[in-house]
């Protein structure tokens, strides 16, 4: 008798063990098939925002349908003015502090003597050939630095394009 109860004992608690998965099994199928229904709710109503599957709805849903697509294109249009304003902002302000860095260089510029002036000015003219008097003064300090030994004390002149009149070039 005590092997019947025993058996018994242990086939409830095996019961009772081997039913607990079947319920967690349940609860998670409906969980999914809530889920499922969710994903298929908010399928339909993108699709429907997009303007697709519109004909099972009533005068009042498509009403409903289009307040909401106002306040939403409302929120956009918001957002957008703003991110422009901000834009804008930003591009005044660059241009003020680009104003202001424009002053201090023509103060600086106001404040070098006119012998600097003209001597910034003869390093800014071309040749002929297209180099500036500046890669031509180059060279000649380079290559007179290599040739101080060949030095025949010869006149070398260079046209630079100097200002002769006013306004007038050679």
């Not at 908010?42 to 925002?49: E, G, V």
């Not at 180059?138 to 290559?143: I, M, Q, R």
Request: proline share 2%.
């Amino acid at each position: 008798m005590n092997e019947v109860i025993d058996k018994y004992n242990t086939h409830s608690n095996n019961l009772g063990k081997a039913e607990q998965p079947s319920l967690d099994l349940n609860l998670e199928h409906s969980k999914y098939a809530n889920l499922n229904e969710q994903l298929a709710e908010a399928s339909l109503r993108l699709r429907q925002m997009r303007g697709e599957e519109l004909d099972g709805l009533s005068i009042d849903e498509l009403q409903q349908l289009e307040k909401n697509l106002e306040a939403g294109l409302h929120r956009v249009m918001l957002t957008k003015d703003q991110q422009f304003m901000a834009q804008i902002s930003e591009l005044q302000r660059k241009s003020s502090q680009l104003a202001e860095e424009n002053m201090q260089l023509r103060n600086q510029v106001s404040q070098i003597s006119p012998a600097e002036k003209q001597v910034a000015d003869t390093e800014n003219f071309v040749t002929e050939e297209g180099q500036s008097s500046e890669s031509v003064m180059t060279a000649l300090h380079s290559g007179s630095s290599q040739s101080q030994d060949n030095d025949d004390g010869s006149d070398v002149s260079l046209k630079l394009g100097l200002p002769c009149g006013a306004g007038a070039w050679k």
